[in-house]
C-alpha cells in the first residue's frame, strides 16, 4: 500500500495503535500458570472491543485472534490449554483490520526468571528491529534494511532466520512489497517510496538460520530449538523518514 491520503494516514494509525495496545497489554498479563487461550481471549476482547477484526482470522482462517508461540516455537503458534511456565520465550504477533485498514506488530517476551543470554537477545531483538528502521526513507533500497540489520547481528554474534520476512500491510495484511529480507538480500533492487507501508520483523537467534513448520500446519519452530526472538512495527516512508505506525501511546 502507498499512502494517498491524510486520512488513510489517520486510519492505519488508528490500527497501528490498536494493535499495539493489544500487544502491550498481552505482555503484561503474561504469567506463569495462565494458557496461551487466556492470553489470547484477552487480545481479541481488546480487537472486537474497538471495532477491529483479527487479521490472521480473516485472512487465513488462523484457529485464533492472535498468534502465541512458546520457544523453541518461534511463530504462528496457536492458542490453547498449554500453560505458560517461569522461564518461557514467548513471541506473541498481534495484527488486524480497523476500518478497512491493516497493521501488523510482534515482540517477544521472557519470563522471569531469565537466562542472562536469553534477556540480552531480547534487548538485542529490539535493537536489530531500530537499526533497520532508521534506514528508512524516501528512494533508499529496500535492501537497506536487511543489510543493517545482518550488521548488528553478526557484530553481536547472533544469526538471522532466513525464510521468514518482513512485508508490505496496509490494504491487506500481506501485500506487495513481499519478501522484505532483514538480512543482506544484494539482489534486491526496489526502493522505499513516499507513501509505502511495510513491516519490519528481523528474527534474531542464538544460532538459528531456518524455521520448520510443525505437524499443526501453523507453528514455526528452529530445528535445532536455539532461542530465538522476534519483534515487528509496521511503517509508513515520509520525507522525514519512517513514521512507525504500531507504538502504544
Not at 512458546?70 to 500453560?83: E, F, N, Q, S, T
Not at 533508499?140 to 520476512?165: C, D, H, M, Q, T
Request: net charge negative; proline share 7%.
Amino acid at each position: 500500500m502507498t499512502i494517498g491520503s491524510e486520512d488513510e494516514l489517520e486510519k492505519l494509525k488508528a490500527a497501528g495503535r490498536l494493535v499495539a495496545r493489544t500487544l502491550k497489554a498481552m505482555g503484561e498479563a503474561l504469567e506463569p500458570g495462565m494458557t496461551t487461550r487466556e492470553l489470547d481471549d484477552l487480545g481479541r476482547r481488546m480487537l472486537e472491543d474497538s471495532g477491529a477484526r483479527s487479521a490472521p482470522e480473516l485472512t487465513y482462517g488462523f484457529p485464533g485472534a492472535t498468534c502465541i508461540s512458546i520457544g523453541p516455537d518461534v511463530a504462528h503458534g496457536i492458542p490453547g490449554d498449554r500453560k505458560v511456565e517461569a522461564g518461557d520465550l514467548i513471541n506473541i504477533d498481534v495484527s488486524a483490520e480497523l476500518d478497512g485498514f491493516f497493521a501488523d506488530t510482534g515482540a517477544s517476551f521472557a519470563v522471569p526468571p531469565t537466562a542472562p543470554r536469553v534477556e540480552k537477545l531480547c534487548r538485542d531483538g529490539r535493537r536489530a528491529l531500530w537499526s533497520g528502521i532508521r534506514t528508512v526513507r524516501p528512494g533508499a533500497p529496500l535492501n537497506a534494511i536487511g543489510k543493517s540489520i545482518e550488521a548488528f547481528a553478526r557484530k553481536n554474534g547472533y544469526s538471522l532466520v532466513r525464510n521468514l520476512a518482513s512485508h508490505g500491510v496496509g490494504a491487506s495484511l500481506h501485500e506487495a512489497p513481499t519478501e522484505i529480507a532483514t538480512w543482506w538480500e544484494p539482489s534486491d533492487r526496489r526502493t522505499m517510496t513516499e507513501g509505502l507501508v511495510f513491516t519490519i520483523e528481523p528474527f534474531l537467534s542464538l544460532g538459528a538460520d531456518w524455521v520448520e513448520e510443525a505437524d499443526d500446519g501453523w507453528t514455526l519452530f528452529p530445528p535445532g530449538g536455539q532461542p530465538t526472538v522476534q519483534y515487528e512495527h509496521t511503517l509508513v516512508v515520509t520525507p522525514r523518514g519512517p513514521v512507525v505506525l504500531t507504538l502504544a501511546d
